[in-house]
């Protein structure tokens, strides 16, 4: 199949494009969000094809993947096409609603384009209406195990800290500074400024760089209050590392008791970091717990298959 799919969330992204499929993925002249193209700090096989707005109208497309209500403005704006209607489109939402009880999603009063949620969390605070719902949770490539823990310190993964705040728990990043804490992610410069405390700031490494260097600190720490589901925790778990969590939306069904600490609790999580920061050796134990519930978990063969199911169904 041809699947048209934005290129929005790169480590999602990744594991899709490892599928069977040809995937095009818009691109502009400025590489905006409206057409980022192909990835430059993920690998992509040569089934990824870069596609123009104006070559965009005479390719063949066997089903739509949208991920953002912009994806059917630029849809209809580039080809004239109406999603569910002149091309089989399935959405993928991948993040919680704006309030946990009342938010209706923009396709709840279509039948004609699936919604597709990321975590069974989202699907219960999402209102769907009338839509066909499915979930099907995240899938990573297997980066290996690659924890070593040999700096006694923290890591964190985010985008925007200081501008996204407490929905990504950057205010609870300062208890644990203290123990030692770097942050990798995209715009994180400025953040021991914002915090009042020092922390490592990494921003934009490349993919594998990143994960070496993540593999390299003795635990992950993941304070997001409000999210679907980080794919970072789930990279690291897969890695090896064990993770200090806070108990917040999907994130307590994923981690398994003996993979870290899971609490709502901020002391508690600063608890348990500090004793497997003084600990090597019962890091290394939860790491390997935490690695062998993400591989069982959120394999990717189970996530292509699964997702797979969906296209086709769509696509027939």
Do not use: C, K
């Not at 384009?113 to 099907?136: E, I, Q, Y």
């Not at 990494?202 to 390299?216: G, T």
């Not at 209050?225 to 993770?243: D, F, H, I, N, Y």
Request: glycine letters at 8%; hydrophobic letters at 45%.
């Amino acid at each position: 199949m041809n699947v048209l799919v934005w290129h929005v969330h790169g480590s999602w992204l990744t594991a899709l494009v490892q599928g069977p499929h040809r995937y095009l993925v818009p691109v502009v002249p400025d590489r905006s969000g409206d057409g980022l193209g192909r990835a430059r700090t993920w690998d992509w096989p040569s089934t990824v094809v870069e596609v123009t707005p104006e070559e965009l109208r005479d390719t063949p497309v066997d089903v739509v993947v949208l991920q953002r209500p912009r994806d059917l403005e630029l849809l209809r704006a580039w080809t004239g096409w109406e999603p569910g209607v002149d091309v089989p489109a399935v959405y993928v939402e991948h993040d919680t609603p704006p309030a946990p009880a009342d938010s209706r999603h923009l396709l709840a009063d279509r039948t004609d384009v699936p919604l597709v949620h990321v975590t069974h969390f989202n699907r219960v605070a999402w209102d769907a209406g009338r839509a066909p719902v499915h979930v099907v949770e995240h899938g990573v490539v297997d980066p290996g195990h690659r924890w070593t823990g040999e700096l006694a310190r923290a890591a964190v993964v985010t985008n925007d800290p200081v501008t996204r705040g407490r929905t990504v728990g950057t205010d609870l990043i300062a208890p644990f500074a203290p123990l030692g804490v770097d942050v990798f992610g995209m715009r994180v410069t400025g953040l021991s400024d914002a915090l009042g405390v020092p922390v490592g700031e990494f921003e934009d490494l490349p993919q594998d760089v990143m994960h070496d260097e993540l593999a390299r600190r003795r635990v992950y720490l993941h304070l997001t209050r409000w999210t679907s589901l980080g794919l970072s925790l789930v990279e690291a778990m897969t890695m090896g590392v064990p993770v200090v969590v806070l108990a917040a939306t999907e994130a307590p069904t994923v981690v398994p008791a003996g993979a870290g600490v899971v609490a709502a609790d901020v002391d508690a999580l600063v608890e348990g970091a500090r004793r497997l920061l003084a600990d090597p050796d019962a890091a290394r134990a939860a790491g390997e717990v935490a690695r062998a519930a993400a591989l069982e978990r959120f394999g990717l063969e189970r996530f292509l298959t699964d997702l797979d199911a969906v296209l086709e169904g769509v696509a027939r």
